[in-house]
């Protein structure tokens, strides 16, 4: 068992936090307050090379490991959420999933675009009345010819307003299929697609999230991603993604919540001493500290089982759960460690206690993961062999 990361992955390191602090921090808190969002950040994004971590060579991407992408989403979430959310959505739920179901043609179709930037991509399961049930979904496809009908809607969609392209999942009108449900890439461009975003949000708010609807849409049989009946396998794969690179990025959070926390502890003084000589301020550190590691471990080991091409769905879930839950705890105590400073933007742990609550929510709510975890250990929950795998890394 080796701990070690190579020397590609802390140069990725390097880079992610560089692009962070250089290119989202700077007017974030402005952004923040106007709840504005920008396309041009996503265009950045992609020219320094981050929307193709993980993404095979052969499909335009930069060829680096799964551990990388977590360790992008880590650095980048330590600036900002919203920028984590878009290698969550763009690159693990998008871009990994149809490189996991995407047929040889449709890889090569679409990959190498996504992984620029040129394309943005997005993810469609959520509905009103589909949540955490996601099997509940009522967006349907209906056959016709060579083409799917498309008519429905989903909500809280990531850059609902700015992708160019979407993997939707879908209920199936008529199917002899034993699931009826199917997955689709379709594109903004198509006649009957429309957005609205949402607004006064929480937290996340220098990030876009909408709604998506679906009137009459015909969507060509070939932008299927695998069979009638695959869709809701398609879905868990895509989740499985989602969540692992929101349980590294709340890594970014805690290790955030440090960077604050460090420098005001040694600075505020009290009665003629920092406040970081203070036992009680000191066990709010220490359980900072103890979360980020304890979170790296498990992303580290979910990012070693995608590269060998494990299935790895109780331990990605126990990732997300696990991290999320230390990422709010540790921007609690942030915000308490800075007093009255900490109720204000004019310090960012605020920010990070907004943000961190939406990862409770999001890809599987604590509640959801709380439930699985109980029922794998009890038996009542297991998983099959994957259908349909990821490259393996190194490519062979």
């Not at 140069?11 to 250089?22: D, H, M, P, T, W």
């Not at 499909?59 to 290698?87: H, K, N, P």
């Not at 930037?117 to 056959?143: H, M, Q």
């Not at 498990?298 to 331990?315: A, C, F, I």
Request: glycine share 10%.
């Amino acid at each position: 068992m080796d701990f070690a990361l190579t020397q590609e992955h802390d140069l990725i390191r390097e880079s992610a936090y560089k692009f962070g602090q250089n290119e989202v921090l700077p007017g974030l808190r402005e952004r923040d307050r106007e709840a504005k969002s920008d396309r041009k950040a996503l265009e950045k994004m992609g020219e320094a090379g981050l929307l193709g971590v993980s993404i095979p060579a052969k499909y335009g991407g930069s060829d680096t490991d799964y551990i990388s992408l977590g360790i992008v989403c880590e650095e980048l979430e330590r600036a900002d959420t919203s920028a984590r959310v878009v290698m969550s959505v763009h690159s693990g739920l998008h871009s990994l999933t149809l490189l996991q179901w995407g047929s040889e043609e449709q890889k090569q179709r679409w990959l190498p675009d996504l992984a620029s930037g040129k394309l943005i991509g997005a993810f469609g399961l959520t509905e009103p009345n589909a949540g955490s049930d996601a099997a509940n979904i009522k967006t349907v496809a209906r056959k016709d010819g060579d083409s799917y009908i498309l008519n429905g809607q989903k909500t809280w969609i990531s850059l609902a307003d700015y992708a160019d392209q979407f993997l939707v999942i879908t209920r199936l009108a008529e199917t002899s299929a034993k699931a009826p449900y199917a997955a689709f890439i379709i594109n903004r461009d198509t006649p009957g697609f429309s957005s609205r975003a949402i607004h006064g949000k929480l937290g996340v708010r220098a990030g876009n999230t909408g709604e998506i609807f679906f009137e009459d849409m015909r969507v060509p049989a070939d932008c299927m991603l695998g069979q009638e009946g695959d869709g809701f396998k398609v879905a868990m794969s895509a989740l499985d993604h989602g969540r692992y690179t929101v349980a590294s990025g709340a890594v970014g959070i805690i290790t955030a919540c440090l960077d604050a926390c460090v420098k005001y502890s040694n600075e505020r003084s009290v009665q003629g001493e920092v406040i970081g000589k203070k036992q009680l301020v000191q066990q709010m550190i220490a359980s900072m500290v103890q979360g980020r590691e304890i979170g790296r471990l498990l992303y580290y080991k979910v990012g070693w089982m995608k590269n060998t091409g494990q299935r790895h769905t109780r331990e990605c879930s126990m990732a997300k759960w696990t991290n999320c839950a230390a990422a709010f705890d540790a921007a609690n105590k942030a915000v308490e460690l800075h007093g009255a400073y900490g109720y204000c933007d004019e310090f960012p742990v605020e920010r990070y206690f907004r943000n961190s609550r939406g990862a409770m929510i999001y890809e599987g709510t604590h509640e959801i993961h709380t439930l699985m975890q109980a029922e794998y250990e009890l038996g009542y929950r297991s998983d099959k062999p994957l259908q349909q795998v990821l490259p393996t890394w190194p490519v062979e």
